[in-house]
């Protein structure tokens, strides 16, 4: 297993471009993915194709979603030059694209994901009426550590990402094996999708309910769904109670499962 620099290309800054530069980083993030010969990836900000081009050596193809068009023709005459047939480059924004673009049924994302958007990315793969099979991805070790916190350093962003998934963080990468290098480490997520068994206006009563409890983090979560949700803080201090629920609690020691469980008998 090679550690060897992967030459700089200049980065954009706006576009949240951190390059990895060490395969060995590159190689244990595929390794994350597990990835077999039949899997299509999704790879989303493959910059000059540090990661692209080993994923086409493990993957039977992979799409990559590049917004910089600098680095679209890069990663497209490399591709020419190397002789790659499985790779797939698509210029366009991963928020605004639509998923119809990828023409795929089973695929999995992995990525060095661009932090300045990585929450969004992961949330609208997580979101989608057609989730990946599991994502392995690189963020910022903040974001990692809050996607898949536990009691009680819960956030809305933990919440949500948890009821859509399983989340673990695999390892964290030093800021120095990226360039240009951030102000923070990187951490490598393993997220696998789950299904949702809630009903539509379930799964709008619990984004309203959670959204509303963390209105005021470290406060007591009485005191925020009252105000949040516009109710009687009797109604409210009596409905935590049925579900076996301190009043006095704070949102972020709040398991999923007890916000779903407040959702199935909100009124």
């Known amino acids: 297993m ?7 290309v200049k980065p954009i800054k706006a576009l949240g471009q951190n390059f ?43 799409i990559a979603i590049e917004k910089d068009c600098n680095m679209v023709e890069i990663l497209n005459k490399s591709i020419s030059q190397k ?11 991963i928020l605004t694209v639509q998923s119809s673009k990828f023409k795929v049924q089973s695929y999995k994302i992995v990525a060095n994901l661009p932090y300045n958007i990585a929450t969004a990315v992961i949330m609208k793969f997580l979101q989608a009426k057609n989730p990946p099979k599991l994502m392995a991805v690189i963020t910022q070790k903040e974001i ?16 949500f990402s948890q009821l859509y998934s399983d989340v673990k963080i695999m390892d964290y990468i030093s800021r120095k094996c990226f360039y240009p290098q951030p102000k923070v480490d990187g951490a490598i997520l393993l997220i696998q999708p789950k299904k949702i068994i809630m009903k539509p206006k379930a799964l ?17 979560l009485s005191n925020n769904l009252s ?3 516009e109710i009687d803080r009797d109604k409210i201090n009596q409905w935590l109670k049925q579900n076996q629920i301190l009043p ?3 949102p972020e020691t709040l398991t999923v499962e007890e916000w779903i469980k407040l959702t199935a008998t909100f009124v």
Not at 2 to 8: A, D, E
Not at 144 to 159: D, N
Not at 204 to 220: E, S
């Open 144 to 159: 990692g550590q809050k996607i898949a916190a536990k009691p009680p350093e819960m956030s809305k962003l933990s919440v």
């Open 204 to 220: 709008a009563n619990f984004t309203r309910i959670v959204r509303a409890g963390f209105v005021w983090p470290r406060k007591q």
């Open 248 to 250: 006095t609690r704070r």
């Open 2 to 8: 090679s550690n060897r620099g992967i030459s700089p």
């Open 83 to 93: 002789g790659i047939s499985n790779v797939e480059v698509i210029n366009e924004d």
């Open 227 to 229: 105000k949040g949700l």
């Open 20 to 62: 990895l530069r060490y395969e060995k980083i590159v190689w244990q993030v595929i390794k994350v993915a597990d990835l077999k010969p039949n899997d299509t990836v999704i790879e989303v900000g493959p910059g000059k194709g540090a990661l692209t081009f080993k994923l086409a050596q493990k993957a039977g193809k992979v």
